[in-house]
């Protein structure tokens, strides 16, 4: 009996489907039959935490006991997930009688059905059968799914043709932090209008007839060229293209991206929008400094620094910052980092207190500038620090760093 299986899109949606267990197999699975609409019943006298979890939040039903003959009245599809193989093989040799589909998760042989590995791209559901290497199985699956991301495997009819604007953070840089929406969005777009900061190593792989709009050579002064951006990507909009505006980190976090949303909206062209990793998280994560840790803070606040305190135009509070005993990040910070750090001082924040300098997150210069606020100006300094970077003020920069804050 060596057939290969036959494949087929079963249709779940509201269809009772029963996983007869509660382990780490039956918790793999239960996901993508609630994906797929299925009326997912549980039979196990325990399951794991994260079952659990799908109980209460009220996705499947639990049947908190061992497997009855009756659970499988009115039964479509049928997972034997348990660990103990006399209940499995009881379950497949009632399915077989009763002529319903079985997976065996012990045994795949012994089963009527076999559970490929899936996965999901614009639409289009990938499910690869391995001839019992389930790993190989995965491979191949992993392999189809990043060619059709990177657009190695073209499927041009499935591409969304539909115009307007989608606003894409393109996260802190390297390009492996972008979210898969955001990539599907940058290949599929006609216009790509990108900033200094987005993510260029992406910009190499476009397809050859996408325009590319390179905002840094775009006329100087801040606001002609915010101007000059919403005039481009609402005149390539309304020219029906598929026009990507995209930006590092997130476009709402100091990105004017709500100023793209509106310009787009009065002119009534559609526009979406698809978050980013933003830096003032991400770029001190990556130098391994958390903005917030249990018992040292309970608040971080992420500051834009390109106004110095005092400033008629800033809408800082540097007296409150000072006051709060949380993270500050600090953004566009580096040529105002000496007046921000001696207001902060002012305001009450001890000068001792910790300072991390992360320049360059995830490219091959990235650095971290150690100081406290006290030292900061000097600091920056000596070591000749240039944008772009984050300045992390606070105790969670010594919980990162012990060796140079204690002893
Ligand atoms: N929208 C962006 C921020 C734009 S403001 C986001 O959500 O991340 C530009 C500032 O972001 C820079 O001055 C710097 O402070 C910070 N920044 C962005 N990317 C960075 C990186 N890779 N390394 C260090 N700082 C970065």
């Avoid at 239960?30 to 006298?45: F, K």
């Avoid at 499927?155 to 307007?164: C, I, L, M, Y």
């Avoid at 009450?348 to 210069?365: L, N």
Wanted: proline letters at 7%; hydrophobic letters at 45%.
């Amino acid at each position: 009996m060596d057939f290969p299986p036959y494949p087929s899109g079963l249709q779940l949606a509201g269809r009772r489907v029963v996983v007869v267990g509660g382990g780490s197999v039956a918790q793999r699975r239960v996901p993508q039959l609630i994906a797929s609409g299925a009326d997912v019943h549980v039979v196990s006298p325990g399951v794991t935490p994260a079952i659990e979890g799908l109980v209460g939040s009220g996705e499947i039903t639990w049947h908190a006991r061992g497997f009855e003959d009756a659970d499988l009245d009115g039964a479509w599809y049928v997972v034997a997930a348990t660990d103990e193989r006399a209940v499995n093989d009881r379950v497949s040799t009632l399915c077989e009688d009763l002529r319903i589909f079985c997976v065996r998760s012990d045994d795949a042989t012994q089963g009527s059905a076999w559970t490929p590995a899936v996965g999901r791209h614009a639409g289009v559901t990938v499910a690869v059968l391995g001839d019992r290497d389930p790993r190989r199985s995965v491979q191949v699956r992993d392999e189809i799914l990043e060619g059709l991301r990177e657009g190695v495997i073209a499927a041009p009819h499935h591409r969304d043709r539909t115009p307007g604007v989608t606003l894409v953070g393109g996260g802190p840089g390297d390009p492996e932090l972008m979210t898969v929406a955001g990539r599907k969005a940058l290949m599929e777009a006609d216009v790509v209008v990108a900033d200094r900061l987005a993510p260029r190593e992406l910009l190499g792989e476009l397809p050859a007839d996408v325009e590319l709009v390179d905002v840094a050579k775009l006329p100087r002064g801040r606001s002609a060229q915010q101007e000059e951006i919403n005039r481009v990507i609402v005149d390539r909009a309304l020219a029906g293209k598929r026009v990507v505006r995209f930006k590092g980190g997130d476009n709402f976090v100091f990105g004017r991206g709500y100023e793209e949303v509106l310009a787009c909206r009065d002119a009534g062209v559609p526009v979406t929008v698809v978050p980013g990793l933003t830096s003032p998280v991400a770029v001190p994560a990556i130098a391994g400094i958390p903005v917030t840790h249990r018992g040292v803070t309970h608040e971080f606040a992420v500051v834009s620094g390109h106004l110095p305190p005092g400033h008629p135009e800033s809408l800082v509070d540097y007296g409150a910052l000072a006051r709060m005993r949380g993270t500050i990040v600090l953004m566009m910070g580096v040529e105002n980092a000496p007046a921000i750090a001696a207001a902060l001082v002012d305001g009450g924040r001890p000068a001792d207190t910790p300072v991390a300098v992360v320049c360059d997150g995830t490219m091959p210069t990235q650095r971290t500038v150690l100081a406290r606020l006290g030292t900061l100006a000097e600091r920056l300094a000596e070591e000749r620090v240039r944008p772009p970077a984050i300045i992390v003020v606070g105790e969670v920069v010594r919980i990162a760093h012990p060796e140079a804050f204690d002893g």
